[in-house]
């Protein structure tokens, strides 16, 4: 009996070491997100305008040939994923600097798993100067 | 005795303490797709009226037995999906397209359409992705978006 209630006592102690400090629902909730999501890598850009630096972020994820899954005008939002062998996920967020500047925000995810890499983000940025950048002019 | 009381415990702590494997690093290289697949995935449209190129699209879509996975007309997106079933297993095939304005003027529309088959198991975890690679497809598609748009007399641009 004693060794039962031992061993039950270790076991809460086990699982309460996993959520040690947690001083509220809201705080392990806030914790959570720190050690899970890394922040969005952001990056700042010349636009002619907001509409036409977020079509042209949805042409930069086509051409690295990523598939659209969803679209939000009024956020600035898209998402797209890989569309071969890896469930790569870009969540890019265009929205207005100022008048000439546009930031772009991205946050990346594997299977649903957040991924701290800035690789995904540095190659979109490079696609999308690409996709901003105005053709050369013919004399 | 005591492990066994312990297990369970143990189990649930190792569960929340550990992080998710890290995607393999070719999961994390991306490189531009090459000119030619983007002329296969691209369209473009005398007209500038964006709103008639999705209305296509819709049609085609719908009428192959695609339903709409996500859409917002405002930035030209729409995604559509149907699923197929063999077995217990579940295959998706997804097409997802975008409309802008293009030409110098903005007087044309470019229509850009990527297909892509995604494998479930029964528990609807993702098992499996392939880009739909068959020039024929998107042929196909865009034949059927341009009988669609003939019927507004919108003509096809050069490809």
């Known amino acids: ?139 | 005795m005591l492990l066994r009381s312990l297990l369970p415990a143990l189990i649930t702590a190792l569960g929340l303490g550990c992080a998710a494997a890290p995607p393999p690093p070719e999961a994390l290289a991306l490189a531009p797709i090459s000119p030619e697949e983007r002329a296969r995935h691209t369209r473009l449209y005398e007209t500038d009226d964006e709103s008639a190129v999705l209305a296509a699209c819709v049609a085609v879509l719908t009428a192959h037995g695609f339903s709409a996975e996500a859409q917002d007309y405002a930035l030209g997106v729409i995604v559509g999906a149907k699923d197929t079933h063999a077995g217990r297993a579940r295959s998706r095939l997804r097409a997802s397209l975008a409309t802008r304005p293009a030409g110098e003027f903005g007087l044309q529309t470019q229509l850009r359409v990527t297909f892509q088959r995604l494998a479930y198991n029964a528990r609807g975890r993702e098992l499996r992705r392939e880009a739909v690679r068959e020039p024929g497809e998107y042929a196909g598609f865009f034949a059927e978006v341009e009988r669609e748009l003939a019927l507004a007399n919108i003509q096809a641009g050069p490809k």
Do not use: K, W
């Open chain 1, 1 to 139: 009996m004693t060794g039962r209630r031992t061993a039950g006592a270790l076991a809460l102690t086990a699982l309460l070491a996993t959520h040690a400090h947690a001083e509220s629902p809201f705080a392990t909730l806030s914790r959570g997100r720190a050690a899970n999501a890394p922040l969005p890598v952001t990056r700042d850009f010349a636009a002619p305008s907001l509409e036409v630096a977020r079509r042209l972020a949805i042409s930069a994820l086509q051409d690295l040939g990523f598939a659209l899954e969803a679209a939000n005008s009024e956020a600035g939002t898209i998402s797209a994923s890989r569309l071969d062998a890896h469930p790569l996920r870009l969540t890019v967020t265009v929205g207005a600097r100022d008048e000439a500047t546009i930031s772009a925000a991205v946050v990346t995810d594997h299977a649903g798993t957040p991924v701290a890499d800035p690789r995904p983000a540095e190659a979109f940025f490079s696609a999308y100067a690409a996709a901003l950048s105005p053709p050369p002019e013919i004399d």
